[in-house]
């Protein structure tokens, strides 16, 4: 879940800062042409999404193998 919250805001962020470069992901293209309003919402709840998905997935921690595991 952490994972894909990350991607959902770094493609949120990528889509709200690249038109003022005057760049645009052609796969989210048809955002804009929404209208100004639904396509502010889409992408300000794409960064809210990823962020809630970010903060209620578990981290993964990863144990090391010991000795002993790796014995059985």
Do not use: C, H
Request: negative net charge; proline residues 6%; glycine residues 12%.
């Amino acid at each position: 879940m952490r994972k894909i919250g990350i991607y959902a805001i770094i493609i949120g962020l990528a889509l709200i800062i690249l038109p003022y470069f005057g760049l645009t992901l052609r796969l989210f293209g048809m955002i804009d042409e929404l209208g100004e309003t639904p396509a502010w919402a889409i992408k300000i709840g794409l960064v809210v999404l990823g962020a809630i998905l970010f903060f209620i997935g578990k981290p993964s921690n990863q144990q090391p193998v010991t000795e002993e595991d790796s014995a059985e």
